[in-house]
């Protein structure tokens, strides 16, 4: 209906008949509706604020994941000519990418002839993941370095067998065989 206050208004409508004669009751919804609308508008902010706080802690997360996964890779000075990198946790292709520029340049940087991969720390190896190694691998014989793995576990060993290219290095089951091996 048009109203004094609004070009158009909501209202609720009733018709009661009394002898013979209708009666129309006109309640407006204007009051209501506008309670509805501030209600329905918390509601959006809250949601987008709620939006932006998962937003924050998604890439808090990220964060720490690149971190835990570059933590996952130390390279380690051993002696003059051999470094250690022991792996942990999953050997996925996210782990060999992010860490393998730091390898290489940690590999040629430091004169090493020799570069230990410690597997005692893996837990479970990705196709994908084993690839990235293998590359890994080739690029430091490349480079004109050993490498050497060691700690090699019977279902690495499966994923590593089943490669594409298996890594032609020497394998090693314990550290300290590559200690005396290297002294």
């Not at 994923?159 to 290219?165: P, W």
Request: aromatic share 8%; proline share 3%; hydrophobic share 40%.
């Amino acid at each position: 209906m048009k109203t004094k206050e609004s070009l158009y208004a909501l209202f609720d409508l009733s018709v009661n008949w009394n002898d013979g004669r209708g009666h129309i009751i006109c309640v407006e919804k204007d009051n209501r509706l506008k309670e509805l609308e501030s209600i329905v508008e918390k509601h959006r902010k809250r949601l987008a604020d709620t939006n932006l706080e998962l937003l924050e802690k998604k890439e808090l997360v990220e964060k720490t994941l690149f971190e835990i996964k570059s933590l996952s890779c130390p390279f380690i000075k051993l002696t003059k000519s051999t470094a250690l990198v022991p792996l942990f946790g999953n050997l996925d292709s996210e782990l060999i990418s992010q860490n393998e520029k730091r390898v290489l340049e940690n590999s040629q940087a430091g004169g090493y002839q020799e570069v230990l991969f410690d597997f005692n720390g893996v837990g479970n190896l990705t196709s994908e993941g084993v690839e990235a190694f293998v590359a890994l691998v080739k690029e430091l014989q490349v480079m004109g370095l050993q490498p050497c793995i060691i700690g090699i576990k019977p279902n690495h060993a499966f994923y590593l067998n089943n490669s594409k290219t298996v890594p032609d290095v020497p394998f090693l089951n314990s550290l300290s065989k590559a200690f005396k091996k290297s002294l």
